[in-house]
Each structure stands twice: as C-alpha cells, then as structure tokens.
C-alpha cells in the first residue's frame, strides 16, 4: 500500500488529525520541508516516526505548535501552556530575548531549544533537558496543528541520513510504502530546514544547526547576539551539543562531491582531474551553483572534457540563494534519480553567512563518507 495525498481541503486536515489523535504519524508540508508528523505527548506515535524513519533515537526531535491569535502573542506563556517549555528555568534576559525573537520571526523557518518540562517524553528530547520548538508558517501545518490541538513532533519525512523532502511526491519517494497519508502542500517556499538555535538558561543565544532563516539577520532585527556553533560535532567521545549535527547526512545514495570552488575558479588542470570521466564514472552529475549552461559548457570545453559525459543541473542561473535553498534538495534528488550519472559533484553557492552558509553545510554533509 502507498500512501495517499491528501488535498488539504477541511475534510483531509479532519482525516488526517483524526489519525494523529489515534497515534499515527502523518506526513506534512511546513515552508522548510516536509515532516513526518505525530503527537509529542503519545510515546507510540513517536515510536513510530522514529521506526519509520530508521532513526536512532539519540536524535531528538521538534515540537511544533500553533501560532497565537493575539497581536502581540506571548510565545513563552504558550509554550508554557502546552507544557512543553519550563519558562521559570530561564533567567529574565533569557525571557526578553525569546520573545522578541519568537514575536519577530514565527511563524517561520527558525527553532529554538529550551529547557523542558517533565511531561515531554523522553522519546521526543533523547532523554535531553531541553525540547526543540517551532511554529511553522505554512497554513496547512497550521491549520493541521489547530486541529489536531496536541503538538506535533515532526522531523523531515525522509528516511534517516537522505535527502529532505520538499514535495509531497519526495515524501511518497522516501516513505511511500511505509505511512498512511501526505497532506498535500505544495513546494516548500523555503527549502532547507529551519534554524536551530540554543538558548542558554543565562540568555546566551547559540547557533546549532544554520537553516532557513540567517543569524546575522535575526541578531540585526532584534539586536539579540546570536554566538556562532562551538564545533561541529564530528564523531568521537566528545558530548555532542546537538546530537543530530553529524557529518553525514542528506545524502544522495551515489557518492557527492563537493569542489574546492566555483567551475570559474578552478584551472583547467584542476577540472581535468576532477570531472575527467573514468571507467567507474562515465557520466557524472554536475551541480551547478549559479551561472549559464553555456559559460558551464564553455569551461569544460577549456579543460577538454566532453560535454556529453556531462549532466548538469544549476540551483539558480542568477545566483540567487532563495531559489538556490528552495531548489537544492529537488536538484540533488534529481541526479540521483537520473539512470546516466554515477557520481555527482557539487559547486559550492556564494557563502553570504545566512542561506548560502545552510547551503553548502547541506553540501559539505551530503558529501561525508
Ligand atoms: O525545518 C525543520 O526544522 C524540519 C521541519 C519538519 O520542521 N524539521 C527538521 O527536523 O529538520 P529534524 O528532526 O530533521 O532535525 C531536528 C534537529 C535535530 O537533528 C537536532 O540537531 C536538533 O534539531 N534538536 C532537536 N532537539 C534538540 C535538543 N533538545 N537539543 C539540541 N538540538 C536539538
Ligand atoms: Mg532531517
């Protein structure tokens, strides 16, 4: 059995609520990319996502929750409501600082870790004292989340370690055979996963994962100093500040590649030795950044290397990281669907510290072995 897409007319957002309440999961659009929904309260449902997906549960998961009605909607008291946040554990500064950040940018791409209460299940934190938060801003979650009245722990609907889902047809691609319904959302607006960021008890604000939303944007908006990650979590015995940072991840099943630079950057002697077609790699898959296919024609041309062993994809011809987010998972699904390539390579897009910094993390990851 497939699972069925969902239109999200009244009904379907009934059907699939419905299922919610019974404790199965459900798979649903946000702006980001698609999430494999099931209530945070019910430890089975999350047991679920956590099988379906194959996910280790050290990986802990986030919470979603509607948005408030109010004008100036106080998110800390809400999330207190929904027993999900211990607001008394943080230090006044630290109140100040989440509420104007939540007023500013949720509904939105952005999550925040935050000392938990003790009604969060184990299952949903990986034991951790702290849960991860966010409203989404996609009407279909929202209006799935007012239904359904729980909130709703959702990681990306694909399955562990794969390239996120950013249609409903990626979803039925990774999970197909394995959930019950899609609710139909159209293209994520968005892209790439939210912005994590830790929020110390002190009031200290920490990057943990860049995603959707830039930290030097937010902290320019609000005046509230976003601190960069400690280091990236590689492996190893040393305590991982957040466990699902690890180095391999949104990952073609072909080996990626990612190059040391832009194709206009690199010497033809360079490009020979990187993208020459070999006995194993005939063909290969080539990720452009930005730029025209016939400027991407002519450096191939340069280094001698034929454009028919060549298949190329370009995540925005004028550079533009909105449309390089919203179009790098489908791209990268793509050529790993596409029979002719064997391998991919990757250019990395412009690093502006915000999208294209989430950008090529998502590349860097895709490319670990
Ligand atoms: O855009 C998104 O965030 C999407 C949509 C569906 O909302 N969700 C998503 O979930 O990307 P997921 O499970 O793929 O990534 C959640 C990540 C974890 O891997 C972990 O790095 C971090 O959020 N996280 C969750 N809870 C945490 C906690 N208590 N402490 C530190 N990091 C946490
Ligand atoms: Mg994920």
Redesign the pocket.
Known sequence: MTAQILLPTAENIAVAADALQRGDVVAMP?E????LAGNAYDETALAKIFGVKERPTF????C?VPAVDDAQPDWLEHLQQWGLVNVAALAPLAQERMRLLMRTFWPG?V?F?LPKQPSVPDLA??G?P???V?S?RHPVAQALLRAVQRPLA???ANRFGRI?PTSANHVIAELGERIGYVLEGGECTVGI??T?L?VEPDGRVRL??P??LSPRAMAEATGVPILPPVVAPISGDTPI?????LASHYAPRKPLTLLPGPLVALTAEQLQTLLSPTEAVPRLGLLRAAGSEEEALARLRVAKIDQQTVVLRTLSATGDLSESARSLFGALRALDDDPRVQAIWAEPVRDDGGLGYAINDRLRRASHR
Do not use: F, K, N, Q
């Not at 980001?32 to 999430?35: H, I, Q, R």
């Open positions: 946000t980001t990319v698609y999430g990986d802990p998961l986030i979603h791409p999550t870790v934190t990986s951790l702290t849960v991860a966010r989404p959702a990681p990306s996120s996963e939210s994590v830790m943990l994962r995603g959707g500040p957040s466990p699902g940072l």
